[in-house]
């Protein structure tokens, strides 16, 4: 049996073929490369139902994933996150059949594990000993984690502002740590030098700038659709940053498409922003293939703080060919959609998460979404590694002081 179909790497822009034996990172025209796998042979050779017998993990996909050899599975566990049913959210909301993909329960918390996993695991395959990469604090925290599980060294710069937690993941697994003052595109910039200066022994696996991530992201889409018995929901919301995440379950839906496990149409794809950071939105709207850099960008949702997007013309790409659309919402907007996600649903999302929720309102309130539409919410990350997004006030009592009743 073969372990992956991997064939080669594609330009996304210019088309051009790359080996995909050899570490890679940007095309010479600028543009992150695709994997691309005989699909043919994957068709010819696995069903959806001999997937059904596969250990829960995202490595059940492996034909359609980039490690060579099975003995380079670098893994935590990550993968096959409960597809949750939402009523009590869902008819707040006006959609009832609204559904959670829960990415709280991957290993180190955040959705990010998945693409730390697939993308350590080929960067150990192929050589490489040191990883570099900015962050807001989450890929990081993933990639160092991973990084060590696989004994390569790995350097990590973010933004202080960061969710605290991700620097003691950092730190805690070993990586060489340090905090820009800025946001991560500067961050991104001073990787990239020290990348250059390096005489290639640092592997830079910024977002996009490497081909795996996306393949571990894209386990999502296959999940979703997995979990949903080899069908497509209406519509998928996605907190969108860097867009990975969005991207791939895109690339995930067309592979499925050509390999004859869904038929039919796609489901809408809804890439969801901060009014404070938007700059897809923005593209969306006006209708350009490109996004503009956003200036002096804000969120309490640190995830999807990302001015600038490698990937901005995939990601708008996927939205106008599923018919799907682009909506910001504020941080107040998305932090009482958390609250109520816990207080509904007893699901502490993450503020990420939390602003698709919010994104679902607006979007039925429009009338994008019909009532009867089946929509899945990603909730990229656990609610529990942004402490500070709650304001806890309560009162504190003295031993033996009488509790209110
Ligand atoms: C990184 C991140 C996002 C955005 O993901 P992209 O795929 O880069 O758009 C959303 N939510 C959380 C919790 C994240 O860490
Ligand atoms: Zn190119």
């Known amino acids: ?148 599980r696989a004994s390569l060294r790995s350097v990590v710069a973010m933004p202080v502002d960061a969710p605290e937690i991700t620097r003691a993941e950092c730190a805690v697994s070993g990586a060489d740590l340090y905090l820009v003052n800025g946001l991560i595109g500067d961050a991104g910039k001073m990787i990239s030098e020290l990348v250059s200066s390096s005489d290639g022994e640092l592997f830079d696996t910024s977002t996009l700038k490497e081909p795996y991530r996306i393949e571990g992201k894209k386990t999502m889409g296959y999940e979703i659709v997995e979990q949903l018995g080899w069908r497509c929901p209406d519509v998928i919301l996605y907190p969108t940053g860097g867009g990975v995440g969005l991207i791939g379950i895109h690339k995930a839906l067309l592979e499925m498409r050509e390999l004859g496990w869904i038929t039919g149409k796609l489901p809408r794809l809804v890439a969801v922003q901060a009014t404070g950071c938007a700059p897809i939105v923005k593209a969306f709207e006006a209708g350009e293939r490109t996004a503009e850099p956003w200036p002096d960008s804000k969120t309490v949702a640190f995830g999807i703080n990302v001015p600038k997007a490698l990937g901005d013309f995939l990601i708008l790409d996927a939205l106008y060919e599923t018919g799907g659309t682009a909506i910001a919402v504020d941080d107040e907007a998305l932090l009482a959609a958390q609250e109520l996600c816990a207080r509904l649903e007893g699901a502490f999302v993450c503020p990420e998460g939390a602003a698709a929720f919010a994104a679902v309102r607006l979007l039925r309130k429009e009338g994008w979404l019909a009532e009867d539409e089946e929509v899945v919410v990603l909730n990229t990350g656990a609610g529990i590694k942004y402490p500070d997004t709650v304001t806890v006030s309560v009162p504190t009592l003295e031993i033996g002081e009488k509790l209110p009743r």
């Open 1 to 148: 049996m073969t372990y992956s179909r991997l064939t080669h790497l594609d330009c996304a822009r210019c088309h051009r073929r790359h080996d995909a034996d050899v570490l890679a990172n940007l095309c010479d025209c600028g543009s992150p490369l695709l994997a691309r796998y005989d699909l043919a042979a994957v068709r010819e050779t696995v069903t959806p139902a001999d997937l059904a017998g596969r250990p829960p993990t995202l490595w059940r996909y492996h034909e359609v994933l980039p490690v060579r050899d099975e003995a380079n599975v670098v893994s935590l566990g990550e993968g096959m996150t409960p597809l949750l049913p939402l009523p009590r959210l869902g008819e707040a909301l006006g959609v009832p059949g609204l559904l959670m993909k829960d990415e709280g329960l991957v290993p180190t918390g955040s959705f990010k594990a998945r693409g730390a996993a697939v993308g350590v695991s080929r960067a150990a395959e192929l050589g490489a000993s040191t990883i570099a990469m900015p962050t807001n604090g989450n890929a990081g925290a993933a990639w160092a984690l991973y990084a060590a």
